[in-house]
């Protein structure tokens, strides 16, 4: 089990690199995994499930959300969108054999014998790594996936039936979860501390998110009202300070193994899209107003003065006696969070046309971000203003405070929760899905391609699975190619 564990460490490690691959035959490799106890298994399925996240797959989609640039080397091709299938190997590996096909096992271990609530635990994290990977991907294996002895290359399954076998899978686990029976030993769980309550908010928040995917909202409504209640309740992966077993993924990347590749500013010190919006400094675009200071948020998002090249402001990676940043070694990654349920039971409500209730929902998460240490950490918190005062029916009406524009007061409210939960989603893939679900619409966060005329919609499939599954698409599509959900 100890060379288990290593084998998934590396996995993670390697992930973070761009020019590294994972070969297509891990699985075997984990000396027998079968062998070792579920709840050994278990949590080695969560290890896996930090690089799936919060490696290459949040990188590259916050480089293409504006939340920062791809500065240097082969990361400044990723910026203009010039990625090859090779760049995705890893990931895919993650997914399919770091999680889906350990967690098959996993089940094939412990439903027989009953233990219902590890099995919807371990339903939830299948679910949450398909359906990010469908988002990410488009079409993908799905009812065949990691199943090597039936199906040595496995179908590709339509995006919508992806999304709809998420939701299935989502379900099973909510019902597992109720049961109350099997709870797994202390220590066994990572994320939630084997809580099922936890568990199950998480897997509602999880519906929520999926249904936003495909525009489903009445659906994500439902969902959305059982969800992540309160922060304490969210999934966030912990890390720690030793260097390449725990630390924070995207340190690792940009603070250790490709210092320099990633910065918030162009080489013309040209601002990303995100810094534009919440550096205080910017006034012709900064967000802030009588009601919201970003300072704290800023400091906690970007450094200033950077680290891996002077006088330029990049991703925050510090931890010093006065700032600690979101990438900074050892700072947990959100996964699934009361914000995110909240801004979207806020976006719910507003496209709804419920005025109240959005508000409503919106300063809740803002009363949450008045807690300064809540979401950002109390050390930058407390050497740094921030403020986030209520905000009023007034506000956005034609001429307040949110719509000098004078647009629709409902549209100006969807507008700042859009924008809200633009922000709140740094480096992750949320901020993406977000971006290309309303890259159409009247309002939301409108970017411009980092090059060219396009922004790109997908991430392209790995190229060991070309070259190994007769079953994936052909012709392969590229990062400009649309998918289902977003036509």
């Known amino acids: 089990m100890k060379k288990y564990i290593s084998l998934l460490i590396l996995t993670i490690t390697l992930s973070l690199s761009a020019c590294e691959t994972i070969v297509s035959d891990l699985n075997e490799d984990l000396n027998n995994p079968t062998d070792a106890p579920a709840e050994l298994m278990f949590t080695g399925i969560e290890l896996a499930t930090a690089s799936v996240h919060e490696g290459y797959n949040s990188l590259l989609s916050s480089i293409w959300s504006g939340y920062y640039y791809g500065y240097d080397r082969q990361w400044a091709d990723f910026h203009v969108y010039n990625v090859a299938g090779s760049y995705f190997d890893g990931m895919w590996s ?33 679910a949450h790594n398909l359906g990010t990977m469908t988002a990410l991907y488009g079409d993908i294996p ?10 040595p290359s496995a179908k590709y399954d339509s995006q ?31 994320l939630l501390g084997g809580d099922p309550k936890k568990w199950i908010e998480v897997a509602y928040t999880l519906k929520a998110r999926f249904y936003m995917d495909t525009k489903e909202y009445a659906a994500a409504a439902t969902a959305s009202a059982k ?17 390449n077993q725990n630390q924070n993924f995207i340190y690792n990347f940009l603070a250790v193994s490709r210092i320099g590749d990633g910065a918030a500013v162009t080489k013309a010190n040209e601002p990303c899209y995100l810094l534009k919006i919440i550096d205080p400094t910017l006034t012709g675009s900064y967000r802030g107003n009588a009601k919201t200071d970003e300072t704290a948020r800023f400091n906690f998002y970007y450094l200033r003065q950077g680290v891996n090249v002077a006088n330029r402001v990049e991703p925050n990676t510090v931890k010093r006696s006065n700032i600690v940043g979101f990438m900074s070694i050892d700072a947990p990654f959100p996964l699934v969070t009361f914000q995110e349920n909240k801004l979207t039971q806020a976006e719910l409500s507003a496209r ?16 949450f971000m008045n807690t300064g240490g809540g979401y950002i950490n109390n050390v930058t918190a407390s050497n740094f203003s921030y403020k986030y005062l209520p905000y009023e029916d007034k506000d956005f009406e034609a001429g307040g405070m949110e719509n000098t524009a004078g647009i629709p007061k409902n549209d ?25 679900r309303n890259r159409t619409s009247a309002v939301g966060v409108k970017l411009t391609p980092n090059a060219g005329t396009k922004l790109p919609w997908r991430f392209i499939y790995s190229q060991n699975e070309i070259n190994g599954n007769p079953l994936a698409p052909r012709p392969v599509p590229g990062v400009f190619d649309n998918m289902t959900i977003y036509k």
Not at 142 to 151: D, I, K, M, R, V
């Open 94 to 126: 993650s997914s399919y054999y770091g999680i889906h096909r350990n967690a098959r096992l996993i089940l094939q271990k412990i439903e027989p014998s009953g233990i219902k609530v590890m099995a919807g635990m371990t339903k939830v994290i299948m």
């Open 142 to 151: 799905f009812t065949q996936a990691a199943q090597l002895e039936e199906f």
């Open 160 to 190: 919508a039936d992806v999304y709809a076998g998420v939701q299935k899978l989502l379900d099973e686990a909510i019902k597992d979860l109720e049961s109350g029976v099997g709870i797994p030993r202390a220590g066994t769980d990572i």
């Open 227 to 243: 969800g992540v209640s309160k922060a304490v309740n969210s999934m966030y992966f912990p890390h720690g300070s030793i260097q």
């Open 352 to 367: 709804s046309g419920n005025f109240s209730d959005a508000l409503k929902y919106l300063n809740e998460h803002r009363a």
């Open 412 to 436: 100006a409210l969807l507008r700042e929760i859009l924008e809200e939960r633009y922000v709140t989603f740094y480096c992750q893939t949320l901020g993406w899905n977000d971006e290309r």
